[in-house]
């Protein structure tokens, strides 16, 4: 199985894409440790993660860390597009110093637009969105990844350590496949591993929240990152850490650096062998790794201008179109767009596809299927914030006391509200968004 970033893929088994891409899950453990969870983190919409715990701990501990999501400029924004923004401006709101990239050459090499549209695009549409669903552009940077020569700079730099083969086997592309396109991904990785240049704030954590159509970039930018690391830090198979120096030059120097190192770190116990180039630490506890990871990571920066740490992510599920298939913009009933007049509501919920029985009667003997009813996904996701709330809504449509029509007619009050207050702060929003688009 492969994840096609471009394609018009619906994905139905979140848990076996867990486990077919090794993706952890996020589980109530690492709920628990955030500070008033928004919504989607509560309900499991957010269903996985990688390394999130390096993020945990900035949190806990009050550390920087680097939040860095892109946003592909084109068409109109629909709900769909909403989660990985609310994830934002919560994690904004926890502390995390949020970088946002136009994806301008991403949208012109995959999609075809012209750099005159995205950036119409992105300043009427998508950023005036952001802002008025509650993100604070002072306190973060947005910037356009055809403007900032860094993030391009990055691509062709990270790009020698991943060759065609790689490529092929991560996005099957093919001989017809343009150079643009294909350079694409490497402008991600450079959207998400710039943030840890020194210009942009230097080596932290770093968490990129997604839909899980983007684990390949983020699986590309992992391994990118850990090819350019100098010292590479892993659970050997006796459940210790292991430092190994992966080059072949200046061996012995390494191995000094990393030893002092460590003992600054308080390892008292540490294994050196020379001839394995590594250093085995035998005082040190299973969550340590990220810890020593992190602190070899900035070490090297003093030798290896390319040390970056791996970055995080998390995955949200995607909504199912209104009608039952994937949402998508280019098929306006499927999707609620945040610049939907009150009719166009009115009509696609009046048409979406429900969990009801086919008869009243019916409905009424044997309950709805909350978990197959479009109109209960915009609940979930969207429109009803306390949890209770929502649980009572799923009871009383199993139980059958509950009818679609009165249903709809409260999602429909629902939205019109959302989007009439959301229309509200968007025009203030356009005017104020010109001062923070940054050229750097
Ligand atoms: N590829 C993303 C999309 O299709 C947009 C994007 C560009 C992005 N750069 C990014 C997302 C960096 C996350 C991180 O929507
Ligand atoms: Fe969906 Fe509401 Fe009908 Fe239940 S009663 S199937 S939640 S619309």
């Avoid at 199985?1 to 619906?10: E, G, L, N, Q």
């Avoid at 039952?324 to 009046?350: C, H, N, Q, Y």
Wanted: aromatic share 10%; net charge neutral.
């Amino acid at each position: 199985m492969r994840i096609d970033p471009w394609s018009a893929t619906t994905y139905q088994d979140y848990a076996k894409l867990r486990e077919e891409f090794g993706i952890e899950e996020f589980s109530d453990d690492i709920l628990k440790t955030l500070p008033n969870p928004i919504k989607i983190l509560r309900r499991g919409i957010v269903f996985g993660h990688r390394d999130f715990h390096r993020i945990r701990d900035a949190i806990l501990k009050k550390e920087p860390w680097a939040i860095l999501t892109g946003l592909m400029p084109s068409g109109r924004m629909h709900l769909g597009h909403k989660m990985v923004i609310d994830e934002v401006i919560y994690y904004q709101s926890i502390g995390a110093d949020v970088s946002i990239a136009v994806a301008d050459i991403e949208a012109y090499a995959t999609r075809n637009y012209s750099f005159k549209e995205t950036k119409r695009f992105a300043f009427e549409e998508y950023l005036p969105n952001y802002i008025a669903l509650g993100l604070k552009p002072e306190k973060c940077r947005i910037y356009f990844q055809s403007k900032n020569t860094d993030v391009k700079d990055l691509a062709y730099i990270l790009g020698r350590k991943v060759n065609w083969s790689e490529m092929l086997a991560i996005y099957g592309f093919n001989s017809s496949t343009n150079m643009s396109h294909v350079l694409s991904p490497l402008i991600q990785v450079g959207d998400i591993l710039h943030v840890q240049l020194e210009k942009y704030g230097g080596i932290r954590p770093t968490l990129v929240p997604v839909g899980v159509d983007q684990d390949p970039h983020i699986r590309l930018t992992r391994d990118i990152a850990d090819a350019f690391r100098i010292y590479s830090i892993t659970k050997t198979s006796d459940n210790k850490i292991g430092v190994f120096v992966k080059v072949d030059k200046d061996i012995k120097k390494l191995l000094d650096v990393a030893q002092t190192l460590l003992e600054n770190l308080g390892y008292k116990k540490l294994k050196r062998i020379d001839s394995y180039k590594a250093i085995y630490i035998d005082d040190a506890q299973e969550g340590d790794i990220e810890k020593i990871d992190f602190k070899f990571a900035k070490k090297e920066r003093e030798f290896n201008e390319n040390s970056f740490i791996a970055p995080s992510s998390t995955y949200h599920r995607f909504m199912t179109g209104l009608t039952g298939e994937k949402m998508s913009s280019s098929k306006p009933e499927t999707a609620i767009f945040l610049t939907d007049k009150a009719e166009d509501v009115r009509r696609k919920i009046i048409n979406a596809k429900t969990g009801g029985a086919a008869t009243l009667e019916e409905q009424k003997k044997h309950g709805g299927k909350p978990n197959q009813c479009m109109v209960y996904e915009l609940f979930l996701y969207h429109l009803v914030e306390d949890d209770r709330e929502l649980e009572k809504i799923y009871f009383s449509c199993t139980q059958g006391e509950r009818m679609c029509g009165d249903c709809k007619k409260y999602a429909i009050e629902l939205l019109e509200k959302f989007l009439k207050e959301l229309a509200e702060k968007r025009e203030q929003a356009k005017e104020e968004i010109k001062h923070y688009i940054s050229n750097g």
